[in-house]
T-cell receptor
Framework: EPEVTQTPSHQVTQMGQEVILRCVPISNHLYFYWYRQILGQKVEFLVSFYNNEISEKSEIFDDQFSVERPDGSNFTLKIRSTKLEDSAMYFC?????????????FGDGTRLSIL | DAKTTQPNSMESNEEEPVHLPCNHSTISGTDYIHWYRQLPSQGPEYVIHGLTSNVNNRMASLAIAEDRKSSTLILHRATLRDAAVYYCILRDGGTYKYIFGTGTRLKVLA
C-alpha cells in the first residue's frame, strides 16, 4: 500500500539554524499538509498546500516557516531560524483530490530536536 | 478547538470487543466523522470515516447515532497491537484541516 515517507526520522539542530524537513506524499495525491506534535501534547495543524499554493495556515505557521513542492514529488517544510520551542514531531500528510472528505494519510514523522 | 469529546482512557481485554465513544453535539450537516489512531512513535493512522449510516471496513466499524451527535468506534476483537490513542475528528468547518483533540488512550490487557 502506498505511503507517505518522511526524512530524516530524527533531526538535531542548533538554535538559530535553518532546518528543512522532507516529505514524499503519495504519488497521485493533490493536497498536502504539515502538522506538529510537541511531546505529550495534541497534534496541531500547521499548513495546507494545494496547486502550489498555501490554502490555509495556522497561527503557529509564522514568517519563520515556509513550504515548497520543488519538484512535483517532494514536499518540504523549512524553518528559517529555529527556536527551542520548535522541538516537536512534525508530520506530513496528503490526500487525493475530489471529495474533500477523503482521509488524509500521514507519514511517521520527523523528530526535530533543537539544542 | 476540537469539536469532539472523548474519554481520556479505556481498557480492554485481548480478544474482546471495544467500543470507543465520541460526542460531537455541534456537528453540522455536512461534517464527516473521521477516526484515526496513533500508535507509539508513529504518525496518525486512518481507521474509518462516515457521514450518517454505519460503516464497516477491515479495521473497525463505525456506529453513528441517528441525530449524529455521537458515534462509536468498534474494534471487534482487540489485540495488543490495537493499543494506541484513538482520535475522533470532525473536519473544521469549510476548511480541510483536522483539529485533533486529546483522544482516548486504549490499553489492551493480555
Amino acid at each position: 500500500e502506498p505511503e507517505v515517507t518522511q526524512t530524516p526520522s530524527h533531526q538535531v539542530t542548533q538554535m538559530g539554524q535553518e532546518v528543512i524537513l522532507r516529505c514524499v506524499p503519495i504519488s497521485n495525491h493533490l493536497y498536502f499538509y504539515w502538522y506538529r506534535q510537541i511531546l505529550g501534547q495534541k497534534v496541531e495543524f500547521l499548513v495546507s498546500f494545494y496547486n502550489n499554493e498555501i490554502s490555509e495556515k495556522s497561527e503557529i505557521f509564522d514568517d519563520q516557516f515556509s513550504v515548497e513542492r520543488p519538484d512535483g514529488s517532494n514536499f518540504t517544510l523549512k524553518i528559517r531560524s529555529t527556536k527551542l520551542e520548535d522541538s516537536a514531531m512534525y508530520f506530513c500528510a496528503s490526500r487525493p483530490g475530489g471529495n474533500s472528505n477523503q482521509p488524509q494519510h500521514f507519514g511517521d514523522g520527523t523528530r526535530l530536536s533543537i539544542l | 478547538d476540537a469539536k469532539t469529546t472523548q474519554p481520556n482512557s479505556m481498557e480492554s481485554n485481548e480478544e474482546e470487543p471495544v467500543h470507543l465513544p465520541c460526542n460531537h453535539s455541534t456537528i453540522s450537516g455536512t461534517d464527516y466523522i473521521h477516526w484515526y489512531r496513533q500508535l507509539p512513535s508513529q504518525g496518525p493512522e486512518y481507521v474509518i470515516h462516515g457521514l450518517t449510516s454505519n460503516v464497516n471496513n477491515r479495521m473497525a466499524s463505525l456506529a453513528i447515532a441517528e441525530d449524529r451527535k455521537s458515534s462509536t468506534l468498534i474494534l471487534h476483537r482487540a489485540t495488543l497491537r490495537d493499543a494506541a490513542v484513538y482520535y475522533c475528528i470532525l473536519r473544521d468547518g469549510g476548511t480541510y484541516k483536522y483539529i485533533f483533540g486529546t483522544g482516548t488512550r486504549l490499553k489492551v490487557l493480555a
